[in-house]
């Protein structure tokens, strides 16, 4: 009776000492992040409050269409601005005004998903004067001016489908491009309904390089360039040395249409696609494009009519390249490459095969000579390849798993992301060694540095963006927040410092220096600038007027009342047109506009601007109008009301806004 | 000495006399109000904005008949000035600087009576009406009103006129102690 007491007694020591012993051996289990972690992070990131970051953080919204701006290092939300996608806190693609700010040749198109922020530059460093980003699906590219932190300007790209390669800037912004994501058949209705299994033999892939206008963002496509039935994922401008050259990442050089991540894997090496653009340009110069058919639009806000203006385009200048010559050349790559990024110096050009065990990178000064001597492995569809090997400055071997995009520190150094492996990786760009990795949280995507693309790197923070992040924030249901990572580059090894969350998912971002931005901030629009044709510069001028079925509504506000606050003579079947202008002239005082059952969203007028919300009354009887932006100690008693009386009715059109003294 | 006085009051007509500085919890960044010989400027839009609610009056240029004969009083003063320089009468020097003083005196008085009337005759209808609160700004120095902090002072022009005032009595006394010493030496 004993012995069998004596086992069991044996075996839960046993088991008991099992236990004890994982839990005393906890390296056997993988490190957590609060190992990363160092106890001076958060030292490094505090921006004590009433205190300024030093950079601020463009950051794609991605599905949602929009940018968020962040303030480094403290990963504050300072912005969204509305972009692509219309946005019912300010209005944006709403009012009157803004709407022409979102045509298309497909019509009103009020979403999109943006991806890469780009800065404007001069002498391949940031001006902080605009930002760029481009419209994944319908394809499109839009211009951010920094003054205002509003959407200045929109391009439609024609013959393209999936504008992913975009909207990468020249070292002085003479052109930002826009390579097209999926190849497809142009020309006439009939050229373009063909069967999609002749991919082959139908489909085509376009780069185009846009202009815009240095004083007025106004933008339009100087030239396409015709290229073979490939796909185009990123591309990076040449600088220095390499100065007038432009690089695109290809992939699906085996031109496949369907289960493309099987059939477009199968290649061992796809290209960098190099494009001598200041040939391209002279080509264009001397004529020896082609005007082809291309429908188009191009959108641009004028700010003193406080309105969008859009101009049409029914054709584009193309370049072929295989008819020109000189102009663009592949060079081979491993394997699927997304990053297709130039070091400060202009001299390497690295690409990153996203299924690639190694990262190449490339010397222009070997692409050059390699041009000069026609050391071509052969052509692609007319277009020269030239030798891996030729040029080649070198590989760096086992980086990690999935690479993904690189940027620089301005110290030789460079730093990949390694979507598969999560991971940052940073080597040097002469040695080709790696010297340091630092895990990331999770599933990287793109990173960037301050200044990283450009010139002139502040090599002080890699900042990873990240596709999952399963356990790192307080969940919220399936739908969980997308995420960055702040990490301190200062030291030979690379630092966590800090998590936060962005808005939409956060592909590509771009951090510049605040202070040449913080200077130039507008802080009001001035009321004697205004030149919107319904713009009432004092009370003085409010006045309703019928024009038909329409009742016209010049309205003002001030802290803290609407003239006109009671309208009478709105008649059912009339569209009422509330033409509100903001007189305030003071910094950060908006008034918000909102009337019951509007079927579009508010209006956020900024002081001294116009906007218009188009109104159609759907019931008799007398409506309601408010202030929805807290304007002051009396913004409650911001209200007025405007009476809708039926169709027939011979009510007299009449506002008023009437004091205790007039009665 | 004195034609350089003379001509100096001349510079009062381009520069601000005086000055009304506010902040607040949210203006931190500040308002001023400055005022010249024939007009306001400065954020005078931005404090009429905010004055309306407890019914003070809307400043404007057009209130303030002082604008148009003060430029005049101004050169006149200075006339008067460059006359006594050029004659070399010592009673013209006293005179000048009697009028200078009384005009000084009068400026005060004037600004202090509309400063008085700006405060105190609200508008009946105004929107915050607090018991017995008036808002006269101070003459010179600070004062708080309501969530302001107002800091009145003589901005250049004042100075200006300071001067001028502090170097016709140094003048005077000049001539004077030489005039007693001439005096007690004959």
């Keep these: 009776m004993k012995r069998p007491l004596l086992m069991t007694g044996g075996i839960l020591a046993a088991v008991g000492s099992g236990f004890f012993l994982m839990n005393a051996l906890p390296s056997c289990k993988p490190k957590t992040t609060q190992a990363m972690v160092t106890g001076n992070a958060a030292e490094k990131v505090y921006v004590k409050p009433g205190s300024y970051d030093e950079f601020y953080d463009f950051v794609s919204g991605g599905f949602s269409g929009q940018m968020s701006v962040y303030g480094l290092p403290s990963g504050r939300l300072l912005r969204r601005i509305p972009v692509f996608s219309q946005d019912p806190e300010t209005g944006y693609g709403y009012s009157e005004e803004t709407k022409p700010m979102l045509m298309t040749s497909h019509g009103f198109i009020p979403w999109d998903d943006a991806h890469h922020p780009e800065m404007s530059m001069t002498d391949g460093s940031h001006d902080g004067k605009w930002v760029f980003i481009n419209g994944n699906n319908t394809p499109r590219v839009a211009l951010i001016d920094l003054t205002t932190f509003r959407t200045k300007s929109i391009i439609e790209i024609p013959n393209s489908a999936g504008n992913h390669?975009?909207?990468?800037?020249?070292?002085?912004?003479?052109?930002?491009?826009?390579?097209?994501?999926?190849?497809?058949?142009?020309?006439?209705?009939?050229?373009?309904?063909?069967?999609?299994?002749?991919?082959?033999?139908?489909?085509?892939?376009?780069?185009?390089?846009?202009?815009?206008?240095?004083?007025?963002?106004?933008?339009?496509?100087?030239?396409?360039?015709?290229?073979?039935?490939?796909?185009?994922?990123?591309?990076?401008?040449?600088?220095?040395?390499?100065?007038?050259?432009?690089?695109?990442?290809?992939?699906?050089?085996?031109?496949?249409?369907?289960?493309?991540?099987?059939?477009?894997?199968?290649?061992?090496?796809?290209?960098?696609m190099a494009v001598n653009w200041k040939k391209a340009e002279q080509y264009a110069k001397e004529g020896r494009g082609k005007k082809v058919a291309g429908k188009y639009y191009s959108n641009w806000w004028n700010g003193s009519t406080h309105s969008a203006e859009n101009t049409t385009y029914n054709e584009v200048l193309q370049l072929d390249p295989v008819e020109l010559g000189d102009l663009i050349y592949f060079m081979p790559c491993p394997k699927s490459p997304h990053g297709c990024d130039v070091d400060p110096s202009g001299r390497y050009i690295v690409g990153s095969g996203k299924l690639a065990a190694l990262l190449p990178v490339f010397s222009f000064e070997k692409i050059q000579a390699a041009i000069a001597a026609k050391d071509y492995e052969g052509e692609y569809d007319g277009i020269p390849v030239l030798k891996y090997e030729s040029v080649l400055h070198g590989e760096v071997k086992k980086p990690g798993l999935g690479p993904l995009h690189t940027e620089f520190d301005g110290n030789g150094n460079a730093y990949t992301s390694m979507f598969v492996s999560s991971e940052i990786v940073k080597w040097n760009l002469e040695s080709l060694e790696v010297l340091d990795r630092i895990p990331t949280y999770y599933s990287i995507g793109h990173l960037s540095i301050p200044g990283g693309d450009s010139r002139t790197p502040y090599g002080k923070y890699v900042i990873a963006y990240n596709k999952i992040t399963k356990d790192r924030y307080l969940p919220t249901g399936p739908e969980l927040t997308q995420s960055a990572q702040l990490y301190s580059i200062e030291g030979d090894k690379m630092e966590l410092l800090l998590d936060f969350p962005t808005t939409g998912e956060p592909h590509y971002a771009q951090a510049t220096p605040a202070e040449p931005i913080r200077e130039r901030s507008v802080k009001f629009f001035r009321l004697e600038d205004n030149m919107h044709p319904f713009a009432a510069k004092g009370e003085k001028e409010t006045k309703v007027e019928r024009r038909g079925k329409e009742v016209h509504v010049w309205m003002t506000t001030i802290r803290s009342h609407f003239t006109p606050d009671n309208i009478e003579g709105v008649k059912m079947g009339d569209d009422v047109y509330f033409h509100v202008t903001n007189l305030e002239q003071d910094w950060d005082v908006p008034h918000g506009f909102a009337v019951i059952g509007a079927g579009t969203a508010e209006l956020l007028i900024m002081p001294g601007e116009t906007q218009t919300l188009k109104w159609t009354p759907d019931r008799i009887g007398v409506q309601t109008f408010y202030c929805t932006d807290f304007c002051s100690a009396l913004h409650q008693e911001m209200q007025g009301y405007i009476r809708v009386s039926p169709a027939g009715s011979n009510v007299t059109l009449k506002a008023s806004t009437s004091s205790v003294d007039a009665s | 000495?004195?034609?350089?006085?003379?001509?100096?009051?001349?510079?009062?007509?381009?520069?601000?006399?005086?000055?009304?500085?506010?902040?607040?919890?949210?203006?931190?960044?500040?308002?001023?109000?400055?005022?010249?010989?024939?007009?306001?400027?400065?954020?005078?839009?931005?404090?009429?904005?905010?004055?309306?609610?407890?019914?003070?009056?809307?400043?404007?240029?057009?209130?303030?008949?002082?604008?148009?004969?003060?430029?005049?009083?101004?050169?006149?003063?200075?006339?008067?000035?460059?006359?006594?320089?050029?004659?070399?009468?010592?009673?013209?020097?006293?005179?000048?600087?009697?009028?200078?003083?009384?005009?000084?005196l009068w400026a005060l008085y004037d600004m202090y009576t509309w400063g008085y009337h700006y405060g105190h005759d609200l508008d009946p209808h105004a929107a915050i009406k607090i018991e017995g609160m008036a808002y006269q700004p101070p003459l010179i120095g600070h004062k708080q009103l309501l969530n302001f902090n107002a800091w009145s002072a003589p901005d250049i022009g004042g100075w200006v006129l300071f001067g001028v005032m502090g170097l016709l009595a140094g003048v005077y006394f000049l001539e004077w102690r030489e005039l007693r010493r001439k005096r007690s030496k004959t």
Aim: glycine share 8%; proline share 6%; aromatic share 10%.
């Design chain 2, 1 to 104: 000495m004195i034609a350089i006085s003379a001509l100096a009051l001349l510079v009062l007509l381009f520069v601000p006399i005086w000055r009304i500085d506010l902040t607040a919890p949210q203006y931190p960044e500040g308002m001023t109000m400055q005022i010249h010989a024939d007009h306001f400027s400065g954020d005078v839009e931005k404090i009429n904005g905010l004055n309306h609610y407890i019914g003070m009056a809307h400043i404007e240029n057009d209130m303030f008949p002082e604008f148009t004969y003060l430029p005049k009083v101004i050169v006149a003063l200075s006339v008067l000035g460059l006359v006594a320089s050029l004659w070399g009468k010592r009673i013209l020097l006293v005179l000048g600087l009697i009028t200078l003083t009384l005009f000084g």
């Design chain 1, 165 to 272: 390669s975009s909207p990468f800037s020249t070292p002085n912004t003479e052109y930002v491009v826009a390579g097209t994501r999926f190849s497809i058949p142009m020309g006439t209705d009939a050229e373009r309904d063909v069967p999609i299994d002749s991919y082959k033999a139908n489909f085509k892939g376009t780069v185009s390089f846009i202009h815009p206008e240095k004083e007025t963002g106004k933008m339009s496509i100087a030239f396409q360039i015709k290229t073979p039935g490939i796909d185009f994922d990123l591309a990076h401008s040449g600088k220095g040395p390499s100065e007038g050259w432009m690089f695109f990442s290809c992939y699906n050089t085996e031109k496949a249409h369907s289960l493309l991540e099987v059939n477009a894997s199968q290649n061992d090496k796809d290209f960098i």
